[in-house]
């Protein structure tokens, strides 16, 4: 019971360690925001969509589900700052299994509904272009 109450005082004065995690890089922030705005790219918000983004952030980058909501209000903040090209531009210089990953992610959000509406295809695109990664490498998993 103390433990808890001092894990609430904790975050009161030092916030999520989700968010802090995600503020405090700025690759991680630029690619979730890109997965959310291929979760926005067909103009709705699916369940399925959500859930993979919810996978995505715990299995690849550590992000607990009870930190979800304080991400999603940050990259909502953040995106007004950051256009999909800057967030793009980002991964430019990264090596390429890391920009593959990217291409695997939104790939993952784009056909989570089982629906592949022609914005979904075209930010995919996109961004593969602008990361010289083949379209085959978006639906493979890295280091095939």
Do not use: W
């Amino acid at each position: 019971m103390a433990s808890g109450l001092l894990a609430q005082i904790r975050e009161l004065f030092e916030g999520d360690a989700g968010v802090r995690k995600v503020a405090g890089d700025p690759i991680l922030s630029a690619e979730l925001l890109l997965l959310f705005r291929m979760i926005l790219a067909d103009g709705q918000v699916s369940e399925t969509e959500m859930t993979a983004f919810r996978r995505i952030c715990r299995d690849s980058f550590g992000i607990g589900e009870e930190s979800m909501d304080g991400v999603i209000e940050y990259l909502h903040d953040f995106g007004y700052e950051t256009s999909g090209t800057q967030a793009i531009e980002m991964f430019r210089g990264l090596d390429i299994e890391r920009r593959k990953l990217l291409a695997q992610h939104m790939a993952e959000i784009a056909k989570a509904d089982s629906q592949l509406a022609e914005n979904e295809v075209r930010l995919l695109r996109r961004t593969l272009d602008v990361l010289g990664i083949s379209p085959v490498d978006a639906v493979k998993p890295a280091g095939e």
